[in-house]
């Protein structure tokens, strides 16, 4: 058999044919399931069709659906989708990040091909080799089952648990409606999924086969689950405590259940335990490298699942500044209090006493350029002495990327006329800019755009040890009275890994609070730009506060009047910088407590009155 990984990166064997055709498989004439499943090589091709639907947030809009960034690509529906939430225009007629019905037919589509899977025929040259896939083959597809409700659980909360792939009768449509299964049942449902599979998945993969589930993928969705389902959100809200099916079934629990965390702490040690992934950690000594190289190579020593990503430069050239030499399209702008969470390199917040953080001046010295240090100059002190990953993750004003080829520095403030010759569009595309900031993270220092050679090798990682890590020093935080070293033990390692000097550093750091508060910091910088912020503020109850507010960038399309008040020639790159760093804000963005669960499609209430909406909607 081919190796399925072709399948996974390529997904040239996958295309989508007319909706008839149940399972999307070629070749055209293959349009039944019977078809499907009597033939071992298209049930393959199925559940390809089944691993396309893994998450992917590589450059994904999610981003800047939160307090990590603004886009601003003006003009484009992605932008005005980011809006929506942004300025909390979203409804129940109108997400998009809801995406329920695409789950449900993913999970219709892994149901069938668990009920089929085992009386699939096989050659009989090939019986033995069958003997060992036809097992991992459902455990897979119970597994991304499973992935597809974690899904929906961390948008709805409670959903209706669908197992089976019955046909829907149109004369006996009464008998099809469902209900909404309660928070703890859905929970449940998918931990026992991830218990029952974990024996029958391998720990490791040939090369062959990276990208395939393993054990510790059922492991860690297991994790992740028990995490979010502990949380504020999920565990005792007083906000759900009304929600209940017609039937009078209460479908979120309105009482915390501390021991929920234990069970998460447990959930997480359980994947650390396999003692099979470690800590990306090939530049010790360049802690800048350290971490940013893990985000552009294919790493399989860290991360837990990859989503295989073919080579290509697609996200380089809509995350890379725009001006030349860099020809990208900037299409982010991580915002100014993004950029504030960033500690110093002496673990002190920059709002702290002792931190040394002095925005006024500039400074001098060297900074990592994707491949090697480069001398700088004029570089703002707000940049000076901060978090490895931070120089890592963004680009600012005199920044550097390539610079041998580039032949300079970035280049975000504004300066010149007309379009300006900053490295973000000043005026045109509807009023782009990057303002002051653009996202570094994933990007690929093998790719010269300038040249157009090399490519970008890299994954998304839907799990990875450091995040593990965190979620068992979260989950142990709450649990305890107040942090011990089962809680600082697996941050420290994180830290450790980029220079940061160990935590407690604050006396704060000794209190539960205080260590709260410093788990969610760890994980927005750790985890930048894949993903987690848009949830965890959410399952942590914060974005009533973090995304209900204005929101800051730099000072990077100035008026005349700041322009002139210089005293330099106004179209000077030198007076573009003088007047760059001054937060101004961006857009004021509204999040109210019903924002915290999505809506129920109103589609689907239509369709079925016995699914309840959620609260405030």
Known sequence: MKAIKILLLSGLLIITVSCKKYLDVVPSEYITEEDVFNNINLAEQALARLYNALPNDLGANITAYTDESYHHWFDSGEATDAYKYNLGSWSNTDNPLGNWSGKYQDIRRANIFIAHIDAVPIPLDRADYYAIWKPRYKAEARFLRA?????????????????????????????????????????????????????????????????????????????????????????????????K?????????????????????????????????????????????????????????ETILPKIIVNGTGYDGSILPNG??????????????????????????????????????????????????????????????????????VFFQYSVWRFDAMKRPVKLAWWGAGNGQTDGWATSKGGTNPWGHNIRKFLSPDYDRNANTGTGRRNFPIFRLAEIYLDYAEAMNEYRAQPDASVYQYIN?????????????????????????????????????????????????????????AVNVLNARPSVAELTATGLNVTSEAAGVAVLYKATVIQTRVFTDKHYLMPIPQTEIDKDPNLVQNYGW
């Open 324 to 393: 030349p030499p860099f020809k990208g399209s900037g299409k982010f702008t991580p915002l100014l209090e993004f950029v504030n969470a960033y500690e110093m390199n002496n673990g002190y917040p920059i709002g702290e006493s002792g931190s040394g953080y002095i925005p006024e001046g500039t400074w001098a010295g060297q900074l990592w350029d994707g491949l090697k240090f480069q001398n700088v100059s004029n570089i703002s002190n707000m940049y000076k002495n901060r978090d490895p990953r931070f120089y890592a993750s």
């Open 147 to 243: 992935q597809y409700y974690f899904e929906l659980f961390k948008r709805y909360g409670a959903v209706p648990l669908i197992t089976t792939s019955a046909d829907i009768d149109p004369a006996d449509i009464e008998n099809t409606l469902v209900y909404r299964n309660s928070v703890d049942e859905v929970v449940d449902f998918i931990v026992s999924e991830c218990n029952a599979i974990a024996a029958e998945l391998p720990l490791n993969h040939e090369d062959a086969q990276i990208g395939r589930i393993t054990k510790g993928a059922a492991l860690a969705l297991k994790s992740r689950t028990l995490l979010y389902a502990a949380s504020p959100l999920f565990n005792g809200n007083p906000l759900y405590a009304g929600i």
């Open 245 to 301: 099916n017609s039937d009078g079934k209460a479908l979120f629990s309105a009482v915390y259940d501390k021991e929920k965390w234990k069970k998460a702490a447990d959930a997480a040690k359980e994947v650390i335990d396999l003692g099979i992934y470690t800590l990306y950690n090939p530049f010790p000594a360049n802690p800048v490298q350290n971490y940013a190289a893990q985000f552009y190579t294919r790493d399989y020593t």
């Open 493 to 549: 390692l994180v830290r450790n890994r980029v220079s940061m000097p160990a935590l407690p550093v604050l006396a704060s750091d000794n209190t539960q609070d205080g260590m709260r508060k410093r788990i969610q910091n760890e994980k927005r910088v750790e985890l930048a730009f894949e993903g987690s912020r848009f949830w965890d503020v959410r399952r942590w109850l914060i974005a009533k506060s973090v995304d209900n507010a």
